[in-house]
């Protein structure tokens, strides 16, 4: 698929069944996935913890005294050349390549971009924190203050012909100072990936290209996973799918299905259509465990963790703690969730457990959990924070079709023109309860403190703060029924009991309000 199209199109090779899928549309639109052709700390610091807990332990488990034949010298910013032999090892899992030096790091890029079939399927690990380039390269706002002329490019690992299939262990180090400057797509330190990257974080680094660009993967493809990621590097995409720890996925066929474990951003992203902080646009893929510190903007599918999740995907425990700004599909957690063609149980998109703490600004389908929603199953979801928008505005959906929802709360006040509610701005044909919302709703035209438009659904305890005569619903056209309560009221564990098991009560927590139980689990 040309990477200038909008349009999905899908091409099967009859032996290897690979196809590019996409993802993300508005109302006419479709924002464009990736084609196989194209060349500050977490809101909360017990997840943090959790996933830092993993990485020591998968460190302890992986690490070991390395071989005294290694060669190599650790510490020292790379000359630009690319060394002729690993440190040591033999590529295999009881004795992987090891990689001490940046020169190294470059022999893993050059057989990649090689095809050296002689190092495929192999097991890499670093043994030292790899340095790219020395000195200061982004400030603490993420913009670029190194002098580019005087630094050396990096060529990703895996670019849009060939493609990383081994394992790589970053055992806990870090990679900075790479410095990425093109138009070209699959950015990253890697560019191409259907292996395994684990235990790694990039830092102190800026990645600016076209499509697919990322902080520390380009492009996912078929079964390949991330665990244990960080990504600290600016990341600036002027083409389509952009993302702070991965950009997009390429789909396979054979159902097999992308995986990212313990994924955490703190690097600014500026994209154009899709940009995530987690990832840019992806389907057929499970998340679990992913937070954005960051500032992320873009144009249309902005997200915290996604600029796009469609069919096919899960996403558990997810966090954002920054601000997202688009004018269309701005959301907390995904800019766009679902799959618009057609709704099947084979296609339906699922979120469960996902909070939402940063500010939202947008235009359209600018809400605090996804802005524009089709065909899903979501479970146990918060917003925190101030919603500003135009049309379809919402605490947590900004617009929702043919889905579930169980579970939800909105504590944040919002602001729009039209289709403008505590909860969604427009919801129709689906199934929704135990939900509440206490945040100021204002707007011109169908405003309600619930639900801007509400048409053909069924609904089960819905509750909201009272708030003089204004009403649940703007317009309520088939179904759905809302109950007011006091402040007193919703503060209380009665109330907590009412919206069900997946709620608590606990006074120290949102000003008394009932919390989700994972979110006191975590």
Request: charged fraction near 20%; include cysteine.
């Amino acid at each position: 698929m040309s990477f200038v199209k909008y349009f999905l199109f899908f091409s099967c090779a009859a032996l290897i069944c690979a196809c590019t899928a996409t993802i993300s549309p508005d109302d006419e639109d479709e924002i464009s996935s990736v084609s196989s052709s194209s060349g500050k700390k977490s809101s909360s610091s017990k997840t943090s913890d959790k996933k830092s807990s993993a990485v020591e332990k998968d460190k302890s488990s992986s690490s070991g005294e390395l071989d005294e034949d290694c060669v190599g010298e650790p510490g020292i910013p790379w000359d630009g050349t690319t060394a002729k032999d690993f440190a040591c090892g033999a590529g295999t899992k009881l004795s992987p390549y090891i990689i001490l030096t940046a020169e190294q790091l470059a022999k893993l890029s050059f057989i990649v971009g090689a095809n050296d079939k002689n190092y495929q399927g192999k097991y890499y690990k670093l043994g030292a924190d790899i340095l790219l380039n020395d000195g200061k390269i982004i400030d603490d706002k993420g913009a670029l203050v190194a002098d580019s002329s005087k630094l050396h490019k990096w060529t990703p690992i895996g670019n849009s012909s060939v493609t990383f299939t081994g394992t790589f262990d970053g055992d806990g180090h870090t990679v900075s100072g790479m410095f990425i400057n093109t138009t070209s797509s699959h950015n990253g330190l890697f560019g191409n990936s259907s292996g395994t990257i684990q235990n790694l974080t990039v830092e102190n680094s800026w990645v600016s290209g076209g499509n697919a660009t990322a902080g520390v993967l380009g492009i996912l493809k078929g079964a390949g996973s991330l665990k244990n990621i960080t990504n600290k590097a600016t990341v600036v995409g002027n083409g389509n799918v952009t993302g702070g720890v991965m950009a997009g996925i390429e789909t396979v066929c054979c159902n097999k299905i992308g995986n990212v474990e313990y994924a955490e951003n703190y690097g600014s992203v500026t994209g154009v259509k899709t940009a995530g902080g987690v990832a840019g646009s992806v389907q057929d893929i499970v998340i679990t465990n992913a937070i954005n510190n960051a500032d992320i903007s873009g144009t249309q599918g902005v997200g915290g963790i996604a600029g796009s999740l469609g069919y096919n995907s899960s996403l558990t425990n997810a966090v954002n703690k920054g601000p997202i700004t688009g004018k269309e599909q701005p959301a907390g957690i995904a800019g766009y969730f679902g799959y618009w063609v057609t709704c099947s149980a084979e296609k339906r998109a699922s979120m469960k457990n996902a909070i939402n703490y940063g500010n939202i600004n947008g235009q359209l389908y600018t809400a605090g959990i996804v802005g524009k929603n089709d065909c899903t199953k979501s479970f146990s979801l918060a917003n925190k924070s101030k919603i500003v928008g135009t049309k379809y505005v919402a605490g947590i959906f900004g617009y929702i079709k043919n889905s579930t929802i169980t579970s939800a709360y909105n504590l944040g006040d919002v602001y729009g023109d039209i289709y403008i509610g505590g909860t969604a701005g427009y919801n129709e044909v689906g199934v929704s309860q135990s939900v509440y919302s206490t945040g100021k709703v204002d707007g011109d035209s169908l405003v309600g403190l619930m639900i801007g438009y509400n048409y053909n659904t069924t609904m089960a305890d819905y509750y909201y703060l009272e708030q003089g005569d204004q009403e649940p619903f703007g317009l309520n056209n088939g179904g759905g029924v809302a109950t007011p309560k006091t402040a007193k009221e919703m503060k209380s564990s009665d109330f907590a009991e009412l919206l069900g098991e997946d709620f608590i009560y606990d006074s120290g927590l949102n000003d008394g309000y009932p919390v989700l139980k994972w979110e006191k689990e975590e």
